[in-house]
Structure formats: structure tokens, C-alpha cells
């Protein structure tokens, strides 16, 4: 059973933008449990038919910017998306991606590209940095609660107005209840 809800009149998503990223959307894409649990060993601590659809249809064609660890356990570059890597390590190349060393840079070349919106995806560190230049949060919010060691920041509703909402009960493809939230920086 699904049903939508949106939570105010700008639920179409326009593409305003803050200050800050020269004009580009700057959106984190994650999933979480209950306690903002988002990995466990370096791994997703679950299997989530739905959210591996909706992170493909989101970012299909568009930039996905993560962490050297994150790619190192995705194990390839993503088909259908241009993928930026962020590293500390000025020698780590690996081919069919672009390595950049800040958050500014990756920015810098997804305007390059020619994209309205960059799509960070992950890891900790990297939703960390990213966090306060970020204009939206595309948030699957798993509603379980599992045992993890990696957790996105917390959603503070002082600072994020949430705008759109899908609900999805657990089937037999996908195990636990779960939301797809967009949330946008007030």
C-alpha cells in the first residue's frame, strides 16, 4: 500500500537556489533508518528494492558526487551518471570517474557539465561537509532500526521544510516500511 502526501504548496519542486554553489543545486541523496543509521562495516545494513529504483531514476544522467570509501564499496563507476569522487589522497586515481579534493571543486565541475543539480551520495564524512551548502535532502527514511556505526546528520525542521512525502509499505521485495522524503532548506 502506498500513498502520497505533500507537505506545502511548493511540493513541484522549483529550482531555486541559495548562495554559495554559483547557481547549482547542491542535494544529498540517502537513506536512513529511525536513528539516522545510514552503514554498518562500510555497507548498507539492508536491501531496499524501491530505494535502489529511486536513487537510479533521481540521479540518472546526473552527477553523483561521494567519498573514496563509498566508491571503493560501490566497486565501479555508476552507469548513466557522471561520477565525482572526493579524496584527501592527491595520488588516488581511478579511471571512468573524475577525482576532485573539496567540495568547491566538485561543484565547480558539475557546473561544467551543464546541470541544474549535483547529487551527493554518500559517505558520512562527505554529507558532513556538504551539509550546510545543501539546498535539499532527498531522504528515504527506512522505519526500522538497525545496528550501524555510520549516521547522516540530523534533519533539524527549524532549518528544512518538508515538501513532499511518499509512503511504501514493506512487501515481498522489500522488507520495512519506508518514506521517500524531500526536504528543503528554509
Known amino acids: 500500500m502506498q500513498d502520497d502526501v505533500s507537505k506545502n504548496e511548493n511540493s513541484n519542486l522549483s529550482l531555486s537556489v541559495t548562495e554559495g554553489t554559483g547557481g547549482i543545486i547542491l ?5 536512513a533508518d529511525e536513528n539516522n543509521v545510514i552503514g554498518k562495516d562500510n555497507q548498507l545494513p539492508w536491501h531496499l ?18 567519498g573514496r570509501k563509498t566508491f571503493e564499496s560501490i566497486g565501479k563507476a555508476l552507469p548513466g551518471r557522471k561520477s565525482i569522487v572526493i ?6 586515481q581511478q579511471t571512468e570517474v573524475d577525482v576532485v579534493y573539496s567540495i568547491d571543486e566538485a561543484i565547480e565541475l558539475a557546473k561544467s557539465y551543464d546541470v541544474k543539480e549535483i547529487f551527493v551520495i554518500g559517505g558520512a564524512e562527505i554529507f558532513n ?8 535532502i532527498y531522504l528515504t527514511r527506512i522505519h ?5 556505526d555510520v549516521y547522516f546528520p ?27 522524503q524531500v526536504w528543503k532548506r528554509k
Request: glycine share 2%; hydrophobic share 40%; with cysteine.
Open 129 to 136: 561537509t556538504a551539509f550546510e551548502k545543501a539546498h535539499r
Open 49 to 66: 528494492p524501491n530505494d535502489l529504483k529511486y536513487f537510479k531514476n533521481l540521479t540518472w544522467a546526473m552527477p553523483i558526487l561521494m
Open 27 to 31: 542535494s544529498l541523496l540517502v537513506a
Open 87 to 92: 579524496t584527501r589522497n592527491k595520488n588516488w
Open 144 to 148: 526500522h532500526q538497525f545496528e550501524g
Open 154 to 180: 540530523v534533519v533539524n525542521e527549524k532549518e528544512w521544510r518538508l515538501i513532499k512525502e511518499h509512503r511504501c509499505t514493506k512487501d515481498e521485495k522489500n522488507a520495512f516500511d519506508h518514506s521517500f
